[in-house]
């Protein structure tokens, strides 16, 4: 199986249809083999992992080839019995960092595959730097082994963008801009039609 259709971003939503976050194919699959979500078709409609199971891919869609079939990959699922909006704070993780950066070095600006990028603190773990939001940023392996055990100033480097703490909806909704999905914009425009629309537009001048 392709790590890279595993890896997709999948939307999940809560059981009043409202966007809470985003996961992985990979996650996706798990939540729904354990009952706890249910897959979204086009239309609304709730698929169990039996009846998703049985769906056919179409010709111009990517599925998971296993033995014996192929499988239908997710777009959006939905947490049956989940009802609450989550206090909205984004996981600091390796994941969410290259995320936050759009997968793009932070020195160079190359935009990457994430198995090609690494986290740099920007003021090195041995002169104090911390594990934080505000002090990690996407760097490509060149960069890094560059910049070495300094501060970007001392390795005569320069940040692209000052590493910052992402808000949840700005997230989402940065994500999302980066990431277009036919299926997931019904449900985003819940959130706040008319700010999904001028990002929309924004990104295919
Ligand atoms: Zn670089």
Not at 42 to 50: A, E, R
Not at 94 to 103: G, K, P, S, T, V
Request: charged content about 25%; glycine content about 4%.
């Amino acid at each position: 199986m392709s790590d890279a259709i595993l890896d997709a971003p999948v939307l999940v939503l809560n059981k009043s249809f409202y966007p809470i976050h985003v996961t992985t194919v990979r996650r996706a699959f798990a939540m729904l083999f354990k009952g706890v979500a249910k897959a979204v078709g086009p239309d609304y409609t709730l698929f169990s992992i039996d009846s998703w199971l049985e769906l056919r891919v179409a010709a111009d869609e990517i599925g998971i080839r296993t033995v014996n079939r192929v499988i239908k990959v997710p777009q959006v699922i939905l947490l049956v019995s989940y009802d609450r909006i989550p206090k909205r704070e984004v996981r600091f993780s390796r994941y969410n960092i290259f995320l936050r950066d759009n997968n793009t070095c932070q020195y160079c600006g190359r935009k990457l595959p994430r198995k090609e990028l690494t986290i740099d603190h920007v003021i090195p773990r041995s002169r104090g730097g911390k594990t934080v939001w505000e002090n990690v940023v996407t760097a490509c392996v060149e960069c890094n082994s560059r910049k070495g055990n300094r501060t970007p100033e001392e390795a005569g480097m320069k940040l692209i963008r000052k590493p910052y703490k992402p808000s949840y909806l700005n997230f989402l909704k940065n994500f999302t801009k980066n990431n277009i999905r036919e299926e997931w914009k019904q449900f985003l425009n819940f959130i706040d039609a008319a700010y999904w629309n001028v990002e929309l537009e924004n990104d295919n001048k």
